[in-house]
């Protein structure tokens, strides 16, 4: 370590190279902590005296290594076929023809990795949400209780949310991957609640900067009882809520572009709550026209 930073200083002293532009962002963390100890001396009162500099306490392992590599590279083929085949690894007939699709369906425990849980625990509020296979292992089974008592840190002026995400998709090396679902109109669940609403999310992370980390909502009203019941969403329905603005018909939602779904309960009603969800699929209801479904008002008007 020594050696690679003595290196580094000499290339930025003589201008030979610039190499150490590239090195530096990378060995930052690490060249920091090991210059601190080198030239430092200090250590905290009790604490005995290391033994070993910090790059020797780092696992180099050369198996886990070449096995990583051999898991990204394999994934990077599947991706290459995939893309030489047609969108989403289908003939690009077969893909013209889909009118549905099986995004999640949650059958074992693996299935349930795939999605994150998250309440206003985060922010110091008291609601507790918990995810689990339902009856049979035939659904995800998402419940908890609702507490909208406010943090006492004051700053803090509303509590009292539980929400399940999706994990974004990952492509070969940490790349970032999107849903597309331009070729469906619909979004489609099967679920069972408990009568209380809840919002359907979805994040779109399109082209343009000014439109980075949109946020889609739907309130889907449950009705309760024993029965399942199959809900329909047209992605005509959902509204544009980031950042204060309202969608209309310029700013749709980018289908080509999504990054992650989720589902978030706030009625402000204190007590348990549970939803079921049997399976999320994409429908594409050609029966279904709708381009927009709220109101729309021409801008700056002529008198």
């Known amino acids: 370590m020594a050696l690679t930073i003595m290196l580094l200083n000499s290339a930025c002293l003589r201008g030979r190279c610039c190499r150490h532009k590239v090195l530096r ?4 963390p690490l060249i920091s902590d090991s210059m601190s100890k080198l030239f430092s001396s200090y250590r905290r009162p009790g604490s005995q005296p290391e033994k070993k500099t910090s ?35 289908q003939p690009f007939s077969q893909y013209l023809l889909e009118q549905t699709r099986v995004l999640w369906e949650f ?85 069972r609640g408990d009568g209380r609403p809840w919002m359907v999310n979805i994040y779109t992370d399109p082209y343009f900067s000014h439109q ?31 950042r204060g603005r309202v969608q209309d018909d310029q700013h749709p939602i980018w289908l080509d572009k999504i990054s992650t779904l989720g589902f978030t309960i706030g009625d402000k009603v204190d007590g348990p709550f549970q939803l079921e969800i049997d399976f999320i699929g994409l429908l594409n209801d050609r029966a279904h026209t709708e381009e927009f479904a709220y109101e729309t008002y021409e801008k700056n008007p002529r008198v």
């Open 107 to 191: 059958r074992s425990q693996e299935d349930l990795n795939k999605w994150v849980i998250s309440s206003d625990v985060e922010i110091g509020g008291k609601s507790e949400v918990y995810l689990k296979l339902g009856r049979n292992n035939q659904a995800a089974l998402l419940y908890g209780t609702l507490n909208t008592e406010v943090p006492r840190d004051g700053e803090t002026k509303y509590s009292g949310y539980c929400s399940m995400r999706a994990k974004p998709p990952v492509g070969s090396f940490a790349r970032k991957k999107y849903y597309d679902w331009s070729n469906f109109n619909s979004l489609y669940l099967r679920v």
């Open 55 to 89: 790059w020797q306490n780092i696992d180099f392992s050369f198996k886990k290594g070449i096995d990583t590599l051999k898991t990204q590279l394999s994934m990077l083929k599947k991706e290459t076929e995939d893309q030489l085949t047609g969108p989403g690894g």
């Open 25 to 28: 962002p990378l060995l930052g």
């Open 212 to 242: 980075k980390d949109d946020l889609y909502n739907y309130f889907m009203f449950t009705r309760g009882g024993p029965y399942w019941e199959e809900i329909k969403i047209p992605f005509s329905k959902f509204f544009l809520s980031s």
